[in-house]
Antibody
Framework: EVQLAQSGAEVKKPGESLRISCKGSGYSFTSYWINWVRQMPGKGLEWMGR????????NYSPSFQGHVTISTDKSTSTAYLQWSSLNASDTAIYYC?????????????WGQGTLVTVSS | IVLTQSPGTLSLSPGERATLSCRAS???????LAWYQQQPGQAPRLLIYGASTRATGIPDRFSGSGSGTDFTLTISRLEPEDFAVYYC?????????FGGGTKVEIK
């Protein structure tokens, strides 16, 4: 079964760093982009960026470039989303989703989401 | 590509037909337009990709159409489990923007 399993909920203070994870299983991890998507409380979906696990090539949304870093460890089939300095506006659910490297299929498998709460 | 979904909310009864619109700010390359359903507290689920191809396991009451800049998701007869929020997304080259969503609610 194809699955993306995300790390658990986090509670952090403003200014702290954080890395959340997304582990793929049941498929060839290096054959699909891993995308990260933000959903702020009560709001819609926002595409943050993606990584090609085969070579770690990344694309970022201009809205998130410079504020987050997407990385991957293909030896463990895991992708990461990290912040060096959180702020309260980073409070959201973060989803990972896989897309075919050909771009032709859309996000056909999603993680369960990781809730990040940033509060002093 | 900026995607604009309309209406923001659609109030319908079970058994009725739902028509959701997604308009792009410029031509969508290869018609790489996807539709997702999101239930409260759940991750989104892929319904349609390539503007008109149903994803695996999606019932045939869901259909996608359109090309260029105008796309439509149609639910032929609403079932109780279809009341949810629907998003379109461009799934081609970066950035893979989403539309703002349409909530389909029970009238």
């Amino acid at each position: 079964e194809v699955q993306l399993a995300q790390s658990g909920a986090e509670v952090k203070k403003p200014g702290e760093s954080l890395r959340i994870s997304c582990k793929g299983s049941g498929y060839s991890f290096t054959s699909y982009w891993i995308n990260w998507v933000r959903q702020m409380p009560g709001k819609g979906l926002e595409w943050m960026g993606r990584i090609d696990p085969s070579d770690s090539y990344t694309n970022y949304s201009p809205s998130f470039q410079g504020h987050v870093t997407i990385s991957t460890d293909k030896s463990t089939s895991t992708a990461y989303l990290q912040w060096s300095s959180l702020n309260a506006s980073d409070t959201a659910i973060y989803y990972c989703a896989r897309h075919a490297l050909t771009d032709s299929l859309g996000g056909d498998c999603w993680g369960q989401g990781t809730l990040v709460t940033v509060s002093s | 590509i900026v995607l604009t979904q309309s209406p923001g909310t659609l109030s319908l009864s079970p058994g009725e037909r739902a028509t959701l619109s997604c308009r792009a700010s410029r031509t969508v390359t290869n018609n790489y337009l996807a539709w997702y359903q999101q239930q409260p507290g759940q991750a989104p689920r892929l319904l349609i990709y390539g503007a008109s191809t149903r994803a695996t396991g999606i019932p045939d009451r869901f259909s996608g159409s359109g090309s260029g800049t105008d796309f439509t998701l149609t639910i032929s007869r609403l079932e109780p489990e279809d009341f949810a929020v629907y998003y379109c997304q461009y799934h081609g080259s970066s950035p893979l923007n989403f539309g703002g969503g349409t909530k389909v609610e029970i009238k």
